[in-house]
């Protein structure tokens, strides 16, 4: 089974200033996946950025960037440059990558509200 | 290219009414995945769907809730004889064929029992 955890009360961020949001799991799992959604106010969910276990450089896209620390358990989410559209919850989730398990599982969420 | 798409969006139902939600994946997709969403908490998975098959339902309710994904048409996610407690938000979500690491959500359809 995968746990996700996220701990982090609501964050308040300056515009244009970096964010960055925690995200710890835990698995038994050898191979495995992270992924981050965004979710704003208006209540889709967004895919933001993908991170394998076997990836060894950090992922990218953007603005966003993962900081995976293996050894740690940990996928934290790095926003840079934060802009007024950013305000959002943002889950973070993961995969155990086995034959016929294709479960997301999320953590509870962090809240961050962009200030101008 | 069209995203997931859900319909509706908004539903109200009494309680003891059916519940129908509908899903198109992605043009291309053919796994469709159905997560819950209850109010302050993060999505839930309840049942992964290839067409005409159920792969896992083990987090699907043992009772009253069924899903289906037929060879034509988009899957559906039946509530019956809805009870307060199903209030939420239920997301679908779509991969393709062989990349298969990301989930694409849709919209939702937040579910009102009254």
């Known amino acids: 089974a995968q746990k996700i955890t996220q701990t982090q009360p609501g964050m308040f961020v300056q515009e244009k200033e970096a964010v960055t949001l925690d995200c710890t799991y835990d698995?038994?799992?050898?191979?495995?996946?992270l992924f981050w959604y965004k979710q704003p106010s208006s209540g889709e969910m967004i895919f933001l950025i993908y991170q394998g276990s076997y990836d060894e450089q950090n992922a990218t896209e953007g603005r966003y960037s993962l900081n995976f620390q293996k050894a740690r358990k940990s996928a934290n989410l790095v926003i840079s440059a934060s802009q007024l559209g950013d305000s959002a919850m943002y889950f973070c989730?993961?995969?155990?990558?086995?034959?016929?398990?294709?479960?997301?599982?999320f953590g509870k969420g962090n809240q961050v509200v962009v200030i101008p | 290219n069209a995203g997931v798409m859900q319909n509706p969006r908004h539903l109200v139902r009494r309680r003891g009414q059916e519940a129908r939600l509908r899903c198109s994946p992605m043009k291309g997709h053919s796994h469709v995945y159905w997560y819950r969403q209850l109010p302050e908490e993060g999505l839930k998975f309840m049942v992964y769907?290839?067409?005409?098959?159920?792969?896992?339902e083990s987090g699907m309710p043992k009772e009253r809730f069924s899903a289906e994904f037929p060879k034509e048409g988009p899957s559906i996610l039946r509530i019956q004889q809805v009870v307060r407690g199903d209030s939420a938000a239920y997301f679908c979500?779509?991969?393709?064929?062989?990349?298969?690491?990301?989930?694409?959500f849709g919209p939702g359809t937040r579910l009102l029992v009254l």
């Open positions: 769907l290839q067409k005409e098959n159920i792969i896992d």
């Open positions: 979500a779509s991969s393709p064929e062989l990349a298969e690491e990301t989930q694409y």
């Open positions: 989730a993961m995969r155990g990558f086995f034959y016929g398990n294709n479960r997301l599982a």
């Open positions: 698995t038994s799992d050898q191979s495995y996946g």
